[in-house]
């Protein structure tokens, strides 16, 4: 069975985006929730800072958008090569 590397991207760009999208609202409304969290990925975004606008969050939003597409991409393509070599021998 191969995965379509197209389809998976899609899907992990649309997860990880909703899911900081959410998380980024929830901290607007309730300023401590996710905060480490948050903070956690500032570091790793370059741009984004922990600020209680709805620019921030949109900006995690891309930025994590763009972050599951890489992600589910790269997982699909070794997914399919490891799986059309048989995998690792032992």
């Known amino acids: 069975m191969k995965l379509d590397i197209r389809a ?3 899907a992990g760009a649309i997860l990880w985006g909703v899911m900081f999208f959410l998380l980024g609202l929830a ?3 309730w ?3 996710a905060g480490a ?3 956690l990925f500032a570091s790793v975004y370059p ?3 922990v ?3 709805f620019g921030a969050v949109i900006v995690l939003t891309l ?3 763009l972050d599951g597409a890489i992600a589910g991409a790269v997982f699909a393509w070794l997914y399919n090569r490891f799986a059309r070599t048989g995998g690792a021998s032992a």
């Open 37 to 39: 969290w948050l903070d």
């Open 51 to 53: 600020t209680a606008t």
């Open 27 to 29: 901290n607007l409304l």
């Open 63 to 65: 930025y994590a958008a």
């Open 31 to 33: 300023p401590p929730y």
């Open 8 to 10: 998976l991207s899609i």
């Open 47 to 49: 741009g984004y800072e």
